[in-house]
């Protein structure tokens, strides 16, 4: 089948706490409607059978609208289901041993917001990087420390994968962030918590739109 492809621009993760109220399909298709190009499963405390019938039920939704879904950790899970993609922390595992349990054709994404994470990132294994987090986050109490805008202009150079600015991100810096020259943005509360989350979608993909033309 080969490797999907992938836009980072607007890349929708979600938060199992914040879809609630209108549900995880909902949530998912009102953000897609409005334009999130890529989609994030994360759930960090349902069991394996849930999270395995969530990724099962996003992956209907998704794959007749070429959207793809890459599932956060849960390795063994994505494999099974055939989610197009895996995204780990640096403390998930090795990429090297993740790339050997999804094969080649899995998209594979990183978090690294260190000099130090960026230099350990093993060549020909990752697809792209999750760059930040960029301010602290309700959503990921236990974040590293947050590294600006500047911190993020200031790592982008140093590895040409592509890269997602991740953690604390919404309508307030998203200019910022794109004018870096990052690939996209990676949002939670910004979709999950709005009154209208496909009306948020649609008002993040303006700015993101505007930060690329120099508006």
């Given at each position: 089948?080969?490797?999907?492809?992938?836009?980072?621009?607007?890349?929708?993760?979600?938060?199992?706490?914040?879809?609630?109220?209108?549900?995880?399909?909902?949530?998912?298709?009102?953000?897609?409607?409005?334009?999130?190009?890529?989609?994030?499963?994360?759930?960090?405390?349902?069991?394996?059978?849930?999270?395995?019938?969530?990724?099962?039920?996003?992956?209907?939704?998704?794959?007749?609208?070429?959207?793809?879904?890459?599932?956060?950790?849960?390795?063994?899970?994505?494999?099974?289901?055939?989610?197009?993609?895996?995204?780990?922390?640096?403390?998930?595992?090795?990429p090297r041993r993740v790339?050997?349990?999804?094969?080649?054709?899995?998209?594979?994404?990183?978090?690294?917001?260190?000099?130090?994470?960026?230099?350990?990132?093993?060549?020909?294994?990752?697809?792209?990087?999750?760059?930040?987090?960029?301010?602290?986050?309700?959503?990921?109490?236990?974040?590293?420390?947050?590294?600006?805008?500047?911190?993020?202009?200031?790592l982008l150079p140093l590895?040409?994968?592509?890269?997602?600015?991740?953690?604390?991100?919404?309508?307030?810096?998203?200019?910022?962030?794109?004018?870096?020259?990052?690939?996209?943005?990676?949002?939670?509360?910004?979709?999950?918590?709005?009154?209208?989350?496909?009306?948020?979608?649609?008002?993040?993909?303006r700015l993101i739109r505007?930060?690329?033309?120099?508006?």
């Amino acid at each position: 089948m080969g490797k999907a492809a992938f836009d980072l621009s607007l890349y929708f993760v979600t938060d199992p706490v914040l879809v609630q109220p209108r549900g995880l399909l909902a949530t998912v298709a009102a953000a897609v409607r409005g334009g999130a190009t890529l989609v994030q499963l994360r759930d960090k405390t349902s069991d394996d059978q849930q999270f395995a019938a969530d990724a099962d039920a996003l992956l209907g939704l998704l794959r007749p609208l070429r959207v793809p879904l890459i599932v956060n950790d849960r390795v063994v899970i994505a494999k099974a289901v055939g989610a197009d993609g895996v995204h780990i922390g640096q403390n998930d595992g090795d990429p090297r041993r993740v790339r050997d349990i999804i094969g080649p054709d899995m998209i594979l994404g990183l978090s690294a917001g260190t000099e130090a994470e960026f230099a350990a990132v093993p060549e020909g294994v990752v697809d792209y990087l999750g760059v930040g987090p960029i301010r602290g986050t309700g959503t990921k109490p236990d974040h590293d420390p947050p590294i600006g805008v500047d911190g993020l202009a200031r790592l982008l150079p140093l590895h040409p994968l592509p890269k997602v600015a991740i953690g604390g991100v919404g309508p307030a810096n998203t200019h910022a962030l794109i004018a870096t020259g990052v690939d996209g943005i990676a949002v939670v509360s910004a979709i999950c918590s709005a009154d209208d989350p496909e009306a948020a979608t649609r008002d993040l993909v303006r700015l993101i739109r505007q930060a690329r033309e120099g508006a």
